[in-house]
């Protein structure tokens, strides 16, 4: 790609950065009327005309009824899509908006919306428009709230999510490219004014940007960082496979007797918190924990295990943690389900399907790429 940060993308490179969905049957492209966007759905449409052969595009707009000007943006996006030969959807999100944490529950209700027009126009993909400054942003907020390394990698190019694909081919392509390419062909585009709302986080630390990359931290070395971090991560959870693996060859096969205590200590500290973070989102009936919760019981586990007791067998430590409980004799760690919490009328209260102990389930997809921060 170019090294020039303000110029156009050329149809070459469009087509390089769009190649690898070239045999999707079709793709969503999730389109706000921003400049990214845009520019996403005019580089999507000029590729996909090249092509004899191709996905079937189409376009959606999620208008989350929070700014008057939504409505209008929505069929200013149809407006252009229909220009360009493509298929447009407007979804509201019409459910009680929080008081607090609103980006947040507008995300959420997109992905939503987007993923329900995907399933409807047979699109195992949706496409969006995140560009290396936004990953720049993502790496700022992840480091600012210390998250560990799966967090810090921040975006993937594609991340499963319920059962679809999110992808992203705009990731490396800085912003202002986007903008540049929109200029060339003359597209106008809207600025949505919550982008920037110093109420919310993300728009406070894009003021900060300039600051820092006038001291070298800019989108370049950040998206970089974020690569790093990618590549280590991926590194350490083949180390948690093999550490699993080790684990369960130890136990015999024998599922309900969990893990050989002192092989468990032995391990690296990554590599337990990583272990203890997977068998918690299988095992447990609420998903993941957080990474602060996970590092907690590691270092309660380790305490416990360290001290002396008589009876081999003596409960060291007992304790529940994300719909499980995790128990501790001198030779076993256990995590089972914990029973299902008593609703106010009585019924049983369970998030996750009925499981039984740390072996002999199906694995569920636990990535960081489930968008979940770590
Ligand atoms: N209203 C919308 N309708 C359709 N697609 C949208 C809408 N808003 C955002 N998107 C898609 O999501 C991409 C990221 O948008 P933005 O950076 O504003 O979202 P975000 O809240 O930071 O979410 P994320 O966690 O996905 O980064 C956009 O480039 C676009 O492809």
């Known amino acids: 790609m170019s090294g020039n940060d303000e110029a156009p993308l050329t149809a070459r490179e469009a087509s390089h950065l769009f190649a690898d969905w070239k045999s999707a049957p079709a793709l969503v492209l999730a389109v706000s009327g921003g400049p990214d966007s845009l520019a996403l759905m005019w580089l999507a449409a000029r590729w996909r005309k090249a092509l004899k052969r191709g996905p079937a595009l189409s376009v959606v707009t999620i208008d989350h009824g929070l700014r008057p000007e939504a409505a209008r943006e929505a069929r200013a996006v149809k407006q252009f899509a229909r220009s360009l030969d493509l298929p447009h959807r407007t979804l509201r999100w019409t459910g009680d908006k929080p008081a607090s944490g609103l980006p947040a529950a507008a995300r959420e209700a997109r992905y939503r919306l987007l993923a329900r027009a995907a399933s409807a126009a047979g699109a195992g993909y949706i496409m969006t428009a995140h560009t290396r400054d936004d990953q720049a942003e993502t790496v700022l907020m992840r480091l600012s709230r210390g998250s560990g390394i799966a967090g810090l990698a921040a975006m993937a190019r594609e991340t499963e999510r319920q059962g679809l694909m999110l992808v992203r081919p ?20 809207a600025i949505d004014p919550s ?118 067998r003596q409960i060291k430590l007992k304790q529940t943690l994300a ?52």
Do not use: W
């Not at 973070?277 to 309660?300: F, M, N, S, T, Y």
């Open 170 to 189: 705009l990731l490396d392509v800085p912003k202002q490219r986007l903008v540049a390419t929109l200029a060339r062909a003359g597209v106008e585009f």
């Open 195 to 312: 982008n920037s709302d110093p109420r919310f986080t993300r728009p406070r630390l894009r003021e900060l940007m300039p600051l820092l990359a006038a001291e070298g931290c800019d989108s370049r070395n950040l998206a970089r960082f974020a690569a790093r971090a990618a590549r280590a991560d991926a590194a350490l959870e083949l180390l948690v496979d093999g550490a699993e693996q080790f684990l369960a060859l130890q136990s015999g096969g024998h599922s309900l007797l969990g893990y050989d205590a002192t092989a468990f200590c032995a391990l690296a500290a990554e590599i337990r918190i990583r272990l203890l973070l997977r068998v918690l989102g299988r095992v447990g009936r609420e998903g993941i924990p957080e990474l602060g919760k996970a590092e907690a019981l590691d270092r309660a586990i380790q305490t416990a295990a360290a001290a002396v007791f008589p009876a081999r």
């Open 323 to 374: 719909g499980a409980v995790i128990s501790l004799t001198a030779d076993r760690l256990v995590i089972t389900p914990a029973p299902p919490r008593r609703g106010r009328g009585g019924e049983s209260v369970s998030k996750a399907p009925e499981t039984s102990s740390i072996e002999g389930r199906a694995r569920r997809d636990l990535s960081r790429k489930s968008g979940r921060m770590r």
